[in-house]
């Protein structure tokens, strides 16, 4: 015979053979009406799921109602259905015919046994605690359950199993050994958490002691967990005002600057005009990665179409689990013309590596600066450079009698350089100025400058 064996539709007291304990689901042993009948060898435990997975129901009609024990140890009959509770002994070579007759709490033992224990056993009372827990999206959380033990003696053998009820909102990581909780002591168990995605579930922890100990309190207690949106603070600029002529392109630098300790990928990018009869936008990257307390800078394409004015507005959408409580969007209002008076025009020339153990190369252009209507003598160019690149600082030594950086307006990409004295531009007199910049390696979009403005200072 198994150490476990469901016998159906059986009765009688002597089904239950030598050095066994039997289980009855009516009184009298099944005699007056026909039941099931569990037999269980010495030194095993069975909490309620266990019992039901033999066929064998408890908790309910039909539950144990007589039993029968012909070991020579006690058995005991347990009340939880994670052999926690109350507990009831049977002497060894006994025989109850009627749990009816024997009281629980206000009513009887009968049909509420929910686990059984083939042996002796001793009563401890350890309660556990685990409050609420509400954390954010991707990121690592470690729950603190305590386990108290009210008891006079010392606890040991303990296992805890922790389990989420939607593994897709949080997980669980490996939980820590108990070890011994000292007599009335207490023990603090880590619960490594990783929230999934934003939502709310539950999270059960259930307390497995060893055969021969049960516990008074409960051996399983659940708690809420809420995983949050991830709130951080982007902040976002670009021009206020820009203006541009039919059939010219020019570059919209939005800067979107991250205040947070950690990195943010995935954003959302889109820009879009009023009037697109007027301005339109071509494309750029719809999605940027912000490394922490960092900013990054999306150079956003538009065409002048006609003349008239318009707004371009860029908008920010967080990546899923993210909130943002900084700027969602930025506004631009464009101004596009006929024909300014002052242009200037590019050429690309040549390049070349400017050390050969050295990564970076020089890039030479031809600008022609040029007046349609107006002489000037104070003037300032600008334009802008990807990442890494900047006017070569050989160059700028070489030409510094007229012409000099503007270090204060040469920021994130953008280059102003001022003229001095001695260089007028004037209708019929051009301005031909040869440049070298310096790249962090060699490109193909590398030859043509972007945002190439002259603009008159005084």
């Known amino acids: 015979m198994s150490d476990i064996q469901l016998i159906k539709n059986a009765r009688g007291e002597n089904m239950c053979p030598e050095g066994k ?61 994670y052999l926690d509770g109350e507990t009831l002994s049977v002497a060894a070579g006994e025989s109850i015919p009627s749990l009816v007759s024997y009281p629980l709490g206000n009513g009887t033992w009968n049909d509420a046994t929910q ?13 556990m605690s685990l409050g609420n827990i509400s954390f954010a999206l991707n990121k690592d959380y470690v729950a603190e359950l305590t386990i108290a033990n009210k008891s006079n003696i010392a606890v040991s053998g303990l296992t805890l199993d922790v389990s989420s009820a939607n593994n897709n909102v949080v997980s669980v990581g490996n939980v820590a050994a108990i070890g011994t909780i000292p007599a009335n002591g207490s023990v603090k168990v880590s619960i490594p958490l990783t929230g999934k995605s934003i939502g709310t579930t539950s999270l059960t922890a259930q307390l497995h002691t060893p055969i021969g100990l049960i516990n008074s309190g409960a051996n399983q207690i659940n708690t809420r967990v809420n995983v949050t949106a991830i709130n951080v603070e982007l902040k976002m600029s670009m021009a206020s005002n820009l203006v541009l002529t039919s059939d010219e392109t020019y570059y919209n630098v939005l800067n979107i600057s991250n205040h947070e300790p950690s990195d943010i990928k995935g954003v959302s990018v889109g820009a879009t005009v009023s009037d697109s009869a007027i301005v339109s936008v071509g494309y750029f990257p719809p999605t940027v990665d912000i490394s922490a307390g960092k900013s990054v800078n999306i150079n956003i394409p538009l065409m002048g179409e006609n003349p008239g004015t318009a707004t371009m507005t860029a908008k920010l959408t967080m990546p899923n689990g993210y909130t943002n409580s900084g700027d969602s969007q930025a506004h631009s ?15 690309y020339k040549s390049h070349w590596r400017k050390q050969w153990d050295k990564p970076e190369f020089l890039y030479s252009y031809h600008f022609l600066l040029t007046s349609s209507s107006v002489q000037v003598r104070s003037w300032q160019l600008s334009f802008l450079l990807p990442e890494g690149a900047m006017v070569d600082a050989d160059w700028l030594n070489a030409n510094s009698s007229w012409i000099e950086l503007n270090t204060d307006k040469s920021v994130n990409g953008w280059c102003f350089l ?22 962090p390696g060699e490109a193909e979009e590398y030859k043509v400058i972007n945002n190439l403005r002259l603009e008159q200072l005084a």
């Open 418 to 439: 001022d003229s001095t004295t001695g260089n007028v531009i004037a209708p019929g007199v051009d301005l031909p100025m040869d440049i070298l910049m310096i790249y």
């Open 115 to 127: 686990s059984v224990v083939a042996r002796q056993v001793q009563t401890v009372n350890l309660t």
């Open 333 to 347: 209002a464009i101004l596009v013309t006929e024909q300014r008076d002052l242009d200037v025009s590019q050429e």
């Open 21 to 81: 304990i039997a289980l009855y689901t009516n009184i009298n042993y099944n005699e007056q009406e026909l039941g099931d009948i569990l037999i269980i060898s010495r030194d095993i435990q069975l909490n309620r799921q266990q019992l039901e997975s033999y066929g064998f129901y408890v908790g309910g009609h039909d539950g144990v109602s007589s039993v029968v024990n012909k070991m020579s140890q006690k058995g005991t009959l347990v009340s939880g259905l």
